[in-house]
């Protein structure tokens, strides 16, 4: 009984010792991904809904820079808003039903009123329609622990939607 006592003392300890370190998250000078390109985006630019008035026919060819437009637009209106309703309306139009559903893209009754806004991000292309996209904010003004999504992109019916998000270092 003693071990453990002095055992869960110990991994407290540490972990307590732990969080008082340094709180400043560096980012790295170069990430060089083993088969990957990276795409830097500015925190100044806009999210832009899709175009949906003009119908264009379906091509048989994946449109990288269409796909990667959609990751950017997803991102910015999923991280930049000012309440909950407003993220969720803006958000639904980049993502297939599955992805809205998964993400629970819907009006609410009590629409919770927060900031939030992207300060950086880099969106990487895997192979086709994947991407791993690495994602700071702040919400409430204070600054939250840089996100990884890996996000998915379908075209479907000429429209390109994000097809799966997932958050690998939250499971």
Same mark, same amino acid.
């Given at each position: 009984m003693k071990k453990v006592n002095?055992? *869960?003392?110990?991994?407290t300890s540490l972990l307590w010792l732990s969080a008082c370190g340094n709180s400043q998250i560096e980012k790295p000078d170069k990430i060089i991904p083993s088969s990957s390109k990276e795409i830097k985006q500015s925190s100044e630019e806009k999210v832009s809904?899709?175009?949906s008035s003009e119908?264009?026919? +379906?091509?048989? =060819?994946f449109d990288s820079d269409k796909a990667k437009? +959609?990751?950017?637009?997803?991102? @910015? &209106? @999923?991280y930049n808003y !000012? &309440? =909950?309703?407003?993220?969720? !309306?803006?958000?639904k139009v980049f993502c297939s039903p599955e992805v809205?559903?998964? *993400?629970y893209l819907v009006k609410v009754d009590k629409d919770i009123k927060m900031r939030s806004s992207v300060t950086s991000s880099d969106i990487y292309e895997g192979g086709e329609g994947e991407y791993m996209v690495l994602v700071s904010y702040e919400l409430n003004g204070n600054?939250?622990?840089p996100q990884v999504l890996k996000i998915s992109v379908q075209e479907e019916a000429g429209t390109y939607l994000?097809?799966? +998000?997932?958050?690998?270092?939250?499971n």
């Open positions: 002095i055992w *869960l003392l110990g991994v809904p899709p175009q119908k264009k026919p +379906v091509s048989e =060819e437009a +959609v990751v950017k637009d997803f991102l @910015y &209106s @999923y !000012e &309440s =909950e309703n407003k993220r969720n !309306e803006a958000t809205q559903k998964k *993400l600054s939250v622990t994000v097809s799966a +998000v997932d958050f690998p270092l939250m």
